[in-house]
């Protein structure tokens, strides 16, 4: 009987030695993934192996409010608790206080992991394989704990009666609520401020090349960058499509070393046509429109002001478009906008945003190109965030001691126009139209565009797509505007400001950019947008 009892004692504590040492496996593995995870988090690394679909999507849950506590990324707190755990795995074999701590620890973190994926399928609906990882390790280390505390042996864990489990699992309880309260309490201020390198900066060419008769399909040659940004989700870039190579030539692509994090793309040098060598080319195209689409909701005739057919403007898209400089297409970089010219200075005046230069005479410019400082905003006509920002600069701009003008970049953060998108949220389904019709006010008649941009960024939300049509014919004068969005100049301008978007790191709109700055969100109390531009601004250049 004595040997029997004591058989079944060894193998008990067999059983729970092995039981210890896959929680402090599991712990490490969550350690390892944790750290990962904060690297990303605090923006040391970018997210990568993790997806940006309609259902895994790290960058999508490490950015969301629930991702941090009082500012603090939870996966910080992850690393310590795993790590408490680990080490005490160790020290609490022989000290009852020690060994409460370690329990109330793999608890705690059994409960967050069903918190955190809770809100990851009910709340973000999307999928972070990476914090599953660390989350699964939190609900197994819990489990076995749970099964260890019922094993009373010497040289192990030492629990007096069945009552063991009340106080580790109050306090666990506890930390938990603490967590999330925490986070309902505190909502993170969505927007950052940046210092971004310019590195490998896009330029014009000093000398112009003749554009092909012939439009050809070109295959995306891969850049060998150690850092490559030429995937999205593990996919290679959209080819693009009806551009003619021997219009452009291309240097080295460099790579952006971002003193904090806004990443950006490889970045070669483009060419921009002369104007009396574009002029032939560009003439024929230019009386070409494509049908419009009846499935569109910018397409109906109803929707266009009637009797207001008049002669188009002197400054016709044929007599502008030999101004517009032209895109690289080897490298998806490449991305300042073709366009027509506002008032120009005797010296051409360029900006950046992170690494892509922009000549502002050939940009959509609102207010002075001499003005004493330019600012860049990246803004969605659809995003609720960007039309907040677009009240906050008109209202800073009345009180601001620099004088500034804006250059918009329209990107519409939508994938059927936007290969860089994977899913299109659905307060965005009208963001390639509005992007489109925008782009039209301006290669039509640039000194309206104000007027227009303005208009349909007042409010909260959006106008009707057929009421922006009516405003802007009634603007222009023009009946033929829904055509004209059809136009290739018109997808030409889309693309390319899809593939600024892209070059400065794709990410989160809106976006501004003064110097070598960018703030990144709009904050809902415009008293700290307002620091923050005024602070900016006033940095020696």
């Known amino acids: 009987m004595t040997s029997q009892v004591a058989e079944k004692s060894i193998e008990s504590r067999h059983r729970f030695r092995l039981r210890l040492a896959a929680i402090r496996l599991l712990a490490l593995i969550a350690i390892g993934f944790a750290v990962y995870l904060s690297a990303i988090s605090i923006q040391i690394i970018g997210p990568a192996g993790c997806g940006d679909g309609p259902i895994v999507d ?4 490490l950015k969301s409010r629930w991702s941090s506590w009082f500012g603090v990324p939870v996966s910080l707190f992850a690393v310590i608790t795993y790590g408490l755990i680990f080490g005490l795995s160790f020290a609490g074999r022989h000290n009852r206080l020690l060994r409460v ?4 620890l793999a608890l705690c973190a ?5 918190w955190f994926t809770g809100l990851q399928l009910l709340v973000l609906k999307k999928l972070c394989i990476f914090c599953l990882v660390v989350h699964a390790c939190g609900l197994v280390i ?3 704990v749970l099964s260890c505390g019922s094993m009373s042996r010497r040289g192990s864990f030492e629990h007096s009666g069945s009552g063991w489990l009340q106080v580790p699992l109050s306090l666990a309880s506890l930390g938990a609520l603490i967590l999330i309260v925490g986070q309902y309490l505190h909502e993170p201020e969505e927007f950052t401020i940046r210092e971004v390198s310019t590195v490998g900066d896009v330029k014009a060419a000093d000398k112009p090349a003749k ?8 295959q995306k040659t891969p850049s060998t960058s150690a850092n490559n940004d030429n995937a999205v989700g593990g996919e290679p870039r959209p080819e693009l499509t009806n551009v003619d190579p021997s219009t452009y030539k291309t240097q080295s692509p460099s790579q952006e070393t971002a003193k904090t994090t806004e990443s950006v793309t490889d970045t070669p040098n483009f060419v921009a046509p002369s104007e009396s060598e574009s002029h032939d080319s560009q003439s024929s195209k230019d009386t070409a429109t494509v049908p419009p689409d009846p499935t569109s909701p910018s397409k109906n005739a109803d929707n266009v002001a009637a009797d207001k057919s008049v002669d188009r403007p002197s400054n016709d898209l044929d007599e502008r478009d030999s101004e517009s400089p032209m895109v690289n297409p080897e490298n998806a970089a490449n991305a300042v906008p073709p366009g027509p010219a506002n008032e120009r200075s005797p010296v051409v005046r360029t900006v950046k945003a992170a690494n892509v230069e922009l000549d502002v005479s050939k940009s959509i410019l609102i207010g002075d190109p001499d003005a004493e400082a330019i600012v860049i905003v990246m803004v969605d006509y659809c995003c609720p965030k960007c039309r907040q920002l677009h009240a906050q600069l008109q209202n800073y701009k009345k009180i601001s001691r620099v004088a500034f003008s804006i250059l918009v970049l329209p990107v519409p953060i939508n994938a059927s126009c936007n290969a860089y998108i994977r899913e299109t949220d659905p307060k965005n389904a009208n963001s390639c139209t509005f992007a489109k019709l925008a782009l039209a006010v301006w290669n039509s008649d640039s000194k309206n565009f104000g007027e227009f941009h303005d208009w349909v960024m007042d409010g909260p939300s959006p106008p009707s797509v057929s009421d922006a049509v ?4 009634m603007l222009l004068q023009r009946d033929d505007l829904e055509q004209l969005m059809q136009s290739t100049e018109v997808a030409d301008l889309l693309q390319n400001y899809v593939e600024i978007y892209n070059a400065t790191g794709r990410g989160q709109v ?25 602070d900016l601004l006033s940095r020696p250049k």
């Open 58 to 61: 790290c960058e999508h849950v």
């Open 101 to 104: 701590v370690f329990q109330s």
């Open 110 to 114: 059994g409960l967050s992991a069903i």
């Open 142 to 144: 819990s489990g076995l």
């Open 211 to 218: 554009k092909s008769a012939d439009n050809t399909e070109l």
């Open 470 to 473: 009516k405003y802007a014919s």
């Open 510 to 534: 809106p976006r501004l950019y003064i110097r070598q700055w960018s703030i990144v969100g709009s904050p809902n109390d415009q008293r700290k947008m307002f620091a923050a531009i005024s």
